[in-house]
T-cell receptor, first 119, second 117 residues
């Protein structure tokens, strides 16, 4: 399977607990992104990495959220002291910008997501 | 402010007919990229089509074409010959900034498309 994978696919937790999600990008992709999607909305950008460097963080990413990509391959997203408002689908995407002829491409390929429910 | 607007929360189309999904965007960057993604009920986001702000021609990918009107800041998706499998949520998205810049993508609220047999 050469697509983006995420684990777990579903997570149910109690308020106040910590959770960690994992994303494995497409192997040759150097960029990795995390998004959050609540019901009926489009995905909202959280953060992105180029190789192991975290280059951008959204203001949505409070101090309870932390993301890492230690070796420039897989990434983890941790939420500490979860709140009910954290319930959402967490999407990971990867890309590898480049040129094909004169056409620049950088589409992001998404994983299946991790659905978090905080009780 | 950078924003994507999709004014059609839900659309219906007869199988084999064409349908246009509306998208308008707002950015002050002279260079940007526009995307359309499809999200079936299974949840995965599927890339459909890309248009760069300086591309001279409207993008096409199979049955998908993007009607790009830069002066009006609109990037409507046209699906020709609709199929039952086209029933899904469709998201318009924008990458503000020049090519090779950081790649935060801003998504619109989506349009739910239902194809009727």
């Amino acid at each position: 399977d050469t697509g983006v994978s995420q684990d777990p696919r579903h997570k149910i937790t109690k308020r106040g607990q910590n959770v960690t999600f994992r994303c494995d990008p497409i192997s040759e992709h150097n960029r990795l992104y995390w998004y959050r999607q609540t019901l009926g909305q489009g995905p909202e950008f959280l953060t992105y990495f180029q190789n192991e460097a975290q280059l951008e963080k959204s203001r949505l990413l409070s101090d309870r959220f932390s993301a890492e990509r230690p070796k420039g391959s897989f990434s983890t997203l941790e939420i500490q002291r979860t709140e009910q408002g954290d319930s959402a689908m967490y999407l990971c995407a990867s890309s590898s910008p480049g040129l094909a002829g004169h056409k620049f491409y950088n589409e992001q390929f998404f994983g299946p997501g991790t659905r978090l429910t905080v009780l | 402010a950078q924003k994507i607007t999709q004014t059609q929360p839900g659309m219906f189309v007869q199988e084999k007919e064409a349908v246009t999904l509306d998208c308008t965007y707002d950015t002050s960057d002279p260079s940007y990229g526009l995307f359309w993604y499809k999200q079936p009920s299974s949840g995965e986001m599927i890339f459909l089509i890309y248009q760069g702000s300086y591309d001279q021609q409207n993008a096409t990918e199979g049955r998908y074409s993007l009607n790009f009107q830069k002066a009006r800041k609109s990037a409507n998706l046209v699906i020709s010959a609709s199929q039952l499998g086209d029933s899904a949520m469709y998201f318009c998205a924008m990458r503000p900034g020049p090519l090779g810049s950081y790649d935060k993508v801003i998504f619109g609220p989506g349009t739910s498309l239902s194809v009727i047999p």
